[in-house]
């Protein structure tokens, strides 16, 4: 790899950067307490197999906007980080299941995004340099054969029919240890895995069939507010203040009395918090579906009349997620600005943590010319900007100031595995 290619790290500015630059400061001057304190948690609670954490950073302000646990855009990641994505693999395989062998990696159904493709190949290719012998099993209905995909890249993946024998997941010829989801199952949990035997991971409870963005961010809450008792901080710098609603039918206009109430009440939350801090911008709220992915169901909105006047386009737009899942739920999330910009337009970006077992293995900033620091990136148009660290986030250096190499990210390192924790607690909960 060449030396230009290995120092192309991201030019991004923070335009209120001083509160965040004493946060990150803080954080580097309390790594070693962090470190213990993340080690004694994942004894106690082991972290997903893998996830991405969408982060944003407002000057004033880091925390985590949205937690995936069957994380796509293994693509965008720098090459230079495939030995770490290599042995975290490998650490997380042996805690799991110690003898596996054979992986079947179960993808989305989506077999036109490219993009999503390359995904997968690049996942196939992480885990069968860990030591594995992986195949790609798809749940799509009609596929009845091997069917070869040509990507961009040049690669090349091919997918079998998954196959139900007895109480085991398998290929025509291939009968694997682990069956590995890198499908969220958003329109519920198929049949074909009642009762299997083998490890599933991560496992059916943790997908949007069952989950919930409001439980993930109430275990976060937590989370955020052990970690601040630790480092003496304020949990609202890394914490979203959250309210959620019952049911919610935005084309009958069921719910709405509930949702102008929350939407109020958090407004007016952000608003004491922005005067404790001195804080001049507007405050704003995310509401979107409480569960689902792909930036689906959500909207910003600064008063809860603007909830109440939606019209019809955008009342549909707010009633239905990936693969056409109705919303029921809806949480409301307290918007945090992105103050981070990209490139010659000064675009909004925000950056997205990647962690494989409770490892930082990279990430990107996602970047999108057309939406403002109040909006939602992941949205149609948005493209990716690999962060491309000259070491890995979770090695700092606390002499250097907080925006030096490796140290620029190893506040986002930190706020991503936090969410980590939050959702390792999910699942242990759920569990019981």
Same mark, same amino acid.
């Given at each position: 790899?060449?030396?230009?290619?290995?120092?192309?790290?991201?030019?991004?500015?923070?335009?209120?950067?001083?509160?965040?630059?004493?946060?990150?400061?803080?954080?580097?001057?309390?790594?070693?307490?962090?470190?213990?304190?993340?080690?004694?948690?994942?004894?106690?609670?082991?972290?997903?197999?893998?996830?991405?954490?969408?982060?944003?950073?407002?000057?004033?302000?880091?925390?985590?906007?949205?937690?995936?646990?069957?994380?796509?855009?293994?693509?965008?990641?720098?090459?230079?980080?495939?030995?770490?994505?290599?042995?975290?693999?490998?650490?997380?395989?042996?805690?799991?299941?110690?003898?596996?062998?054979?992986?079947?990696?179960?993808?989305?159904?989506?077999?036109?995004?490219?993009?999503?493709?390359?995904?997968?190949?690049?996942?196939?290719?992480?885990?069968?340099?860990?030591?594995?012998?992986?195949?790609?099993?798809?749940?799509?209905?009609?596929?009845?054969?091997?069917?070869?995909? =040509?990507?961009?890249?040049?690669?090349?993946?091919?997918?079998?029919?998954?196959?139900?024998?007895?109480?085991?997941?398998?290929?025509?010829?291939?009968?694997?240890?682990?069956?590995?989801?890198?499908?969220?199952?958003?329109?519920?949990?198929?049949?074909?895995?009642?009762?299997?035997?083998?490890?599933?991971?991560?496992?059916?409870?943790?997908?949007?069939?069952?989950?919930?963005?409001?439980?993930?961010?109430?275990?976060?809450?937590?989370?955020?507010?052990?970690?601040?008792?630790?480092?003496?901080?304020?949990?609202?710098?890394?914490?979203?203040?959250?309210?959620?609603?019952?049911?919610?039918?935005? =084309?009958?206009?069921?719910?709405?009395?509930?949702?102008?109430?929350?939407?109020?009440?958090?407004?007016?939350?952000?608003?004491?918090?922005?005067?404790?801090y001195g804080i001049k911008e507007k405050p704003f709220v995310i509401a979107k579906a409480d569960a689902g992915t792909y930036? =689906?169901?959500? =909207?910003?909105?600064?008063?809860?009349?603007?909830?109440?006047?939606?019209?019809?386009?955008?009342?549909?737009?707010?009633?239905?997620?990936?693969?056409?899942?109705?919303?029921?739920?809806?949480?409301?999330?307290?918007?945090v600005y992105t103050f981070e910009k990209w490139g010659d337009q000064q675009s909004a970006a925000e950056p997205v943590v990647?962690?494989?077992?409770?490892?930082?293995?990279?990430?990107?900033?996602?970047?999108?010319?057309?939406?403002?620091?109040?909006?939602?990136?992941?949205?149609?148009?948005?493209?990716?900007?690999?962060?491309?660290?000259?070491?890995?986030?979770?090695?700092?250096?606390?002499?250097?100031?907080?925006?030096?190499?490796?140290?620029?990210?190893?506040?986002?390192?930190?706020?991503?595995?936090?969410?980590?924790?939050?959702?390792?607690?999910?699942?242990?909960?759920?569990?019981?």
């Amino acid at each position: 790899m060449s030396v230009e290619h290995l120092h192309a790290v991201p030019h991004l500015t923070t335009a209120l950067s001083g509160p965040l630059r004493h946060l990150e400061s803080h954080l580097l001057q309390h790594q070693s307490e962090i470190e213990t304190w993340l080690r004694t948690q994942w004894l106690k609670t082991p972290a997903p197999f893998y996830a991405s954490v969408d982060l944003r950073n407002s000057g004033f302000k880091l925390a985590p906007v949205d937690t995936n646990l069957f994380p796509a855009g293994f693509n965008n990641l720098n090459p230079a980080f495939m030995p770490l994505c290599i042995q975290a693999i490998q650490s997380a395989m042996e805690r799991i299941c110690p003898d596996a062998a054979r992986i079947i990696l179960v993808p989305e159904n989506h077999t036109r995004n490219l993009f999503y493709l390359e995904n997968i190949a690049t996942l196939q290719n992480i885990i069968s340099k860990a030591g594995f012998d992986v195949r790609i099993g798809s749940l799509i209905p009609d596929l009845k054969e091997n069917a070869q995909f =040509m990507l961009p890249s040049g690669r090349q993946i091919t997918m079998s029919p998954l196959q139900r024998k007895g109480d085991k997941l398998v290929l025509t010829d291939f009968e694997p240890c682990i069956v590995l989801l890198n499908n969220d199952l958003s329109s519920g949990v198929p049949d074909l895995f009642e009762g299997v035997e083998q490890k599933i991971v991560p496992p059916l409870d943790l997908s949007w069939a069952a989950r919930l963005k409001s439980e993930h961010f109430a275990e976060y809450k937590e989370v955020a507010e052990e970690f601040a008792q630790l480092i003496d901080i304020d949990p609202w710098l890394i914490n979203p203040l959250a309210r959620n609603c019952g049911e919610i039918n935005f =084309m009958k206009r069921e719910g709405e009395d509930c949702l102008r109430k929350n939407v109020t009440k958090l407004l007016d939350g952000i608003q004491a918090k922005y005067d404790e801090y001195g804080i001049k911008e507007k405050p704003f709220v995310i509401a979107k579906a409480d569960a689902g992915t792909y930036g =689906m169901g959500i =909207m910003t909105v600064h008063s809860a009349d603007e909830l109440l006047e939606l019209n019809r386009k955008q009342r549909t737009k707010m009633s239905a997620t990936k693969s056409g899942k109705s919303v029921s739920k809806v949480i409301m999330q307290e918007g945090v600005y992105t103050f981070e910009k990209w490139g010659d337009q000064q675009s909004a970006a925000e950056p997205v943590v990647y962690m494989i077992d409770h490892f930082v293995v990279g990430g990107f900033y996602r970047v999108h010319t057309e939406r403002g620091t109040n909006e939602n990136l992941n949205a149609p148009g948005m493209h990716f900007q690999p962060l491309a660290f000259v070491e890995p986030c979770n090695a700092p250096d606390a002499s250097k100031a907080p925006d030096a190499n490796p140290n620029r990210f190893y506040a986002y390192g930190v706020i991503g595995r936090l969410a980590l924790l939050a959702a390792a607690r999910e699942y242990a909960k759920s569990k019981n």
